[in-house]
């Protein structure tokens, strides 16, 4: 994946706030990995980029997410390399981790020279079970957790015609009908993170794909911040005040 410096993004759908601030929001149905652009627009130096994990076969191991080694992950603990089916593999094809309740798996991240941080993560979050979490850090301090009834709450129950319950994926097409399938942006309003910690405490798995990082600095004065979740755009052109925090 190439390095992507554009201009910023995103709308919010949930928050939390530890020591920092955290908003959630997620992709349209189908879509498994966001467009660099929107994550970007407005914002000058922009830093962003993939692990597809296609390449890795199990076992721990660093990345650079394709950014030149600006931006590096350190992937370690008890996850597994599949092949993509009808649980996860973004596309229906290549490789994915997952993981099961043996226990957790971290990317530890750095920022190279120039990059101050970590702000931005985005993951194809698939098959959700009841048992899966992620955990966000900084310096070792938990500044958000996502559990299962936040990924419920955004994109709703697997009952009647959900776009979002089962793979969208050209190859595994509408299987796995009772579970939730998202691309999810998670965004620190104002801080970084430096480590993410993925759980399973139950009997199913925890699997994702596309692990998207980004470096978001401040946007540009009088630039145009356009907010997307759930196939919606909002123009933030009005001076009038609008409830909730803005990414």
Same mark, same amino acid.
């Given at each position: 994946m190439t390095i992507h410096r554009a201009l910023a993004i995103g709308?919010?759908?949930?928050?939390?706030?530890?020591?920092?601030?955290?908003v959630t929001n997620y992709e349209p149905a189908g879509v498994q990995l966001p467009d660099p652009a929107l994550i970007c627009v407005g914002r000058a130096g922009c830093l962003i980029g993939t692990e597809t994990f296609d390449s890795w076969n199990g076992g721990g191991?660093?990345?650079?997410?394709?950014?030149?080694?600006?931006?590096?992950?350190?992937?370690?603990?008890?996850?597994? +390399?599949?092949?993509?089916?009808?649980?996860? @593999?973004?596309g229906g094809t290549g490789r994915y981790p997952e993981? $099961?309740? &043996?226990? !957790?798996?971290?990317?530890?991240l750095s920022a190279g020279s120039g990059v101050p941080g970590v702000n931005y993560f985005g993951l194809w979050l698939s098959a959700l079970d009841a048992g899966n979490s992620i955990q966000f850090y900084e310096n070792g301090?938990?500044?958000? +957790?996502?559990?299962?009834?936040?990924?419920? @709450?955004?994109?709703?129950?697997?009952?009647?015609?959900?776009? $979002?319950? &089962?793979? !969208?994926?050209?190859?595994?097409?509408?299987?796995?009908a009772g579970e939730q399938f998202a691309y999810l942006n998670f965004y620190d309003l104002n801080g970084y993170f430096n480590q993410i910690v993925f759980s399973e405490s139950g009997g199913g798995g925890l699997e994702?794909?596309?692990?998207?990082?980004?470096?978001?600095?401040?946007?540009?004065?009088?630039?145009?911040?356009?907010?997307?979740? &759930?196939?919606?755009?909002?123009?933030?052109l009005s001076r009038r005040r609008r409830p909730g925090p803005r990414p």
């Open positions: 709308l919010i759908v949930s928050g939390l706030s530890c020591a920092d601030t955290f191991f660093t990345t650079d997410f394709g950014t030149g080694g600006l931006i590096t992950g350190v992937y370690a603990g008890s996850f597994l +390399s599949y092949a993509a089916d009808q649980y996860g @593999g973004a993981l $099961f309740s &043996g226990g !957790p798996y971290s990317v530890t301090t938990l500044v958000y +957790s996502f559990m299962p009834a936040d990924l419920i @709450g955004l994109v709703g129950a697997c009952t009647g015609s959900n776009p $979002f319950c &089962g793979n !969208p994926s050209v190859n595994f097409n509408g299987q796995d994702s794909d596309d692990h998207t990082v980004a470096y978001r600095p401040a946007p540009e004065p009088g630039s145009v911040a356009l907010f997307g979740a &759930g196939g919606i755009l909002l123009a933030l």
